[in-house]
C-alpha cells in the first residue's frame, strides 16, 4: 500500500486528484457519510481499479464495488449445456475466448465448451464474428452456431453483418446479448440492499449507447453519475467528480470519457441494431428475469437464430451452482473473497463459477491482482 501512494504522488497530476478525493471524502464525513459506495459498471474499470491498487488509495469512507459488467458472468448456464449437446452431435459451435471455459449448470461431465471439446465435441474459439462467418462458409455442408455473448458494445459486430446480408445459411447464432442501462434499473428497483451512492458508467459500452443513456441515474434515482475511461487518471477524476457532486448535492451526468463517448453514442450502430435485434424480458444468471434487457433477433433474422431453428424455447434452469456466490458479486452485494470457494474450489485455471471466468468477472480480477485491501 506504502509503495502504490509513494508511485501515485510521484505524478503530480494523481496526487492532485488523490489529494481533492480525500478533502471531498472528509468533507462528506463530516456531513454524515461514514461510507460512500461508488460503483463501477464495468469488468475493465475493475480491473483497472484492481490491478492499479486504487482502492489502497481511498479514504477509509470511500468504498470502490464492483457491479454486473461481466457478460460472460450473467449469460445463463442452459445456453452452454445446450451449446455441449450440439457439438456432439454434429453442430460447430464458435465462441469468443473469454466464454470457451464457462461452466454451464451441470455439476459433473462436461461441463464447458472447452470440456466438450475434449471429449470428441466440435467446439472452436475465434476472435470476431466474421472469423465465425469465413470458416461457415468452408464447410457449407456443415452447420455452425456462434456464442454471441455481450453487451451493447458487441452487438453491432453480429447486427451489421446480419443487416448487410453477408451470414451464410449454414451459421446460426445463439444470441445471449443483454442491454446494460435495464440492469442497472432492475438493482435500483428490486435490490435495496445494494447501497450506491455514485457510478461509474461503462466507457466502452456508452461509446455504441452514448453517455445520455445513463441520465436516468441522476435524474431519477439521484446518482451522480460518471461515464469514464479506463487509465487510473480516468478513474480518480470519476471517483473525484462523485464525490464533488455529492458536497455540493448536485447529482448529474458527466462525460469524462470525451475523447471516445458522444451524448448520442454510434448512431449507425444503435439503427442497425435496432432493426436487427428485439428487446424483450431476459434472464441473467443467478439473478433472474429482468426486464427489457435482451437483444433477440427480430423477425426478418430469425432464419438465423438457433432457437427458433430448433423449435425449442428459451428456458432457464437453476444455474448457479451450489456455494458460488456469484449473483451477488455480480450486483455489488458480496465481494469474492465472501465467497468460501474464492481461491480454493474456484480459481482462474479451474473455475467452478461464471465470475471466475473471463478476465471481466470480478473473482477473475481479485484472484489474478491479490494482495486485496
Ligand atoms: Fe462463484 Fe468462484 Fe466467485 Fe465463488 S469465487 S463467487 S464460486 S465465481
Redesign the pocket.
Known amino acids: 500500500e506504502k509503495k502504490i501512494k509513494e508511485l501515485y504522488e510521484k505524478n503530480s497530476i494523481s496526487k492532485d486528484i488523490i489529494t481533492k478525493i480525500t478533502g471531498k471524502a472528509h468533507v462528506l464525513k463530516k456531513k454524515g457519510y461514514d461510507t460512500i459506495k461508488i460503483m463501477n459498471f464495468c469488468g475493465t474499470h475493475e480491473w483497472t481499479i484492481t490491478h492499479y491498487g486504487i482502492r489502497s488509495l481511498m479514504p477509509d469512507n470511500i468504498e470502490l464495488i464492483a457491479g454486473p459488467g461481466c457478460p460472460v458472468?450473467i449469460t445463463p448456464g442452459h445456453y452452454v449445456d445446450l451449446l455441449i449437446d450440439l457439438s456432439m452431435e454434429g453442430y460447430t459451435i464458435l465462441s469468443y475466448g473469454d466464454s470457451y471455459k464457462l461452466p454451464g449448470t451441470r455439476l459433473r461431465g462436461i461441463r464447458s465448451l472447452f470440456d466438450a471439446r475434449i471429449h470428441g465435441g466440435d467446439t472452436r474459439i475465434v476472435y470476431s464474428f466474421l472469423d465465425a462467418i469465413l470458416i461457415a462458409r468452408r464447410n457449407p455442408s456443415r452447420k455452425h452456431v456462434f456464442f454471441a455473448v455481450g453487451f451493447e458494445t458487441t452487438m453491432p459486430s453480429t447486427a451489421v453483418p446480419l443487416y448487410n446480408k453477408v451470414v451464410p445459411e449454414n451459421l446460426l447464432i445463439l444470441s445471449a446479448y443483454r442491454l446494460t442501462p435495464p440492469i442497472m434499473k432492475y438493482l435500483l428497483e428490486e435490490k435495496p440492499e445494494a447501497v450506491i451512492h455514485g457510478v461509474i458508467a461503462p466507457g466502452h459500452v456508452s461509446a455504441v449507447i452514448g453517455s445520455n443513456s445513463w441520465k436516468f441515474l441522476p435524474e431519477k434515482y439521484n446518482i451522480p453519475t460518471v461515464v469514464a475511461g479506463f487509465e487510473p487518471i480516468d478513474v480518480l477524476l470519476a471517483i473525484y467528480y462523485i464525490l464533488d457532486m455529492m458536497d455540493k448535492n448536485e447529482p448529474k451526468l458527466i462525460n469524462e470519457y470525451t475523447r471516445v463517448v458522444k451524448p448520442e453514442g454510434n448512431v449507425f450502430a444503435k439503427k442497425v441494431m435496432s432493426k436487427v435485434y428485439e428487446v424483450r424480458d431476459a434472464y441473467w444468471r443467478g439473478i433472474g428475469v429482468v426486464p427489457k434487457s435482451g437483444g433477440y433477433h427480430s423477425r426478418d433474422y430469425l432464419k438465423h437464430d438457433l432457437y427458433y431453428n430448433l423449435g425449442i424455447e428459451d428456458k432457464p434452469i437453476k444455474d448457479i451452482?451450489p456455494?458460488?456466490?456469484?449473483p451477488?458479486?455480480t450486483l455489488g452485494i458480496?465481494k469474492?473473497t465472501d465467497?468460501?470457494?474464492?481461491?480454493k474450489?474456484?480459481t482462474p485455471s479451474n473455475?467452478?463459477?461464471?465470475?471466475?471466468?473471463s478476465s471481466e468477472?470480478?473473482?477473475r480480477i481479485w484472484?489474478e491482482n491479490l494482495p486485496l485491501k
Do not use: I, N
Not at 465467497?339 to 481461491?343: I, S
Open positions: 458472468c451452482l456455494g458460488c456466490k456469484c451477488e458479486v458480496s469474492p465467497c468460501p470457494l474464492f481461491m474450489t474456484c473455475p467452478y463459477g461464471p465470475c471466475m471466468v468477472g470480478t473473482c484472484a
